[in-house]
């Protein structure tokens, strides 16, 4: 198998933070989307979305969306504390956050992202308008989470969980555009600092930033 990505993006943040969790080596690919390299024909016939990250199986399948491969490691090793739940209600409520945190967080933090710093106006139309907005509304975001984390230890409950990972990305990649929790939040900050004592967090920000 080879995993395709670009480690520092929070999509390849996710699916390393997770597969470092779970103690799995996999060969990587880097991919440089900056100038194009995921549009070319030849990975856009690997990629039903012509992103990364990219997992190929060794038999000729390929998977994108970053949660969809996690979810395929989960099933293919089933350890026995899955990030993804083990109980009905635990799968539920970690699925339900872990949505949350990728409609109202992550996926807005991109809107904004790409919509005000333009990166990738080559390729897309930019409403700087519309990143603004997207940025109010991650600022907005931001105390469903503290309400969350004052009464859990962690985003779905009291169990580390792919929930958590996507809101950690989330968290790291909206410093681009200047949001940090307040000092108001403790909680927040409290979650952020336990995620980045974790070793997984640790090795893969290690090895992002070497």
């Known amino acids: ?23 799995i080596e996999i060969d990587r690919v880097n991919i440089d989307i900056r100038s194009g390299e995921n549009l070319t ?7 039903v979305n012509g992103r990364i990250p990219l997992l190929a199986l060794d038999d000729g399948q390929t998977l994108c969306e970053s949660v969809a491969i996690c979810r395929y490691f989960d099933e293919l090793h089933q350890p026995k504390n899955s990030l993804f739940g083990t109980t009905p209600i635990e799968k539920a409520k970690i699925e339900m956050w872990q949505r949350i945190c990728e409609l109202q967080g992550l996926f807005v933090g991109f809107q904004a992202f790409r919509n005000i710093t333009k990166i990738f106006e080559d390729r897309e139309n930019c409403v700087e308008a519309w990143g603004e907005e997207s940025k109010r509304r991650l600022i907005d975001f931001l105390p469903t989470l503290e309400t969350q984390l004052s009464q859990h230890q962690f985003i779905a409950g009291n169990s580390f969980s792919i929930a958590d990972i996507t809101a950690y990305a989330m968290m790291t990649f909206i410093q681009n555009l200047d949001i940090t929790p307040s000092k108001e939040q403790v909680n927040l900050t409290r979650w952020l600092h336990e995620i980045e004592q974790r070793s997984s967090v640790q090795s893969v920000n290690a090895g992002n930033n070497a």
């Open 41 to 47: 024909d030849e990975f856009k016939a690997m990629s």
């Open 1 to 23: 198998m080879k995993l395709y990505e670009l480690a520092p993006t929070p999509s390849a943040r996710r699916v390393n933070i997770f597969l470092a969790e779970m103690g």
